[in-house]
């Protein structure tokens, strides 16, 4: 993970063929993870690192993230 400007960018190994989606917590306490308006799912076209931005990751105090992969 690193900042870009005001993104977060977070780095996974991502699956040919597979569907990922960032998802984030403002809060650990939270209960739910949430969908980041304007962040679309990736799928790679071939397995290998693979990168998903927050574009306003950065301006939050604090954040918590996870990469998930889609069914």
Excluded: H
């Amino acid at each position: 993970m690193r900042c870009s400007g005001n993104a977060i960018v977070v780095r996974f190994e991502g699956a040919a063929g597979k569907t990922f989606r960032l998802e984030r917590k403002l809060a650990l306490t939270a209960l739910e993870w949430e969908f980041i308006p304007g962040v679309a799912g990736v799928t790679p076209a071939t397995s290998g690192p693979t990168e998903i931005s927050d574009p306003n990751g950065g301006v939050a105090a604090a954040a918590f993230y996870r990469v998930r992969l889609l069914p």
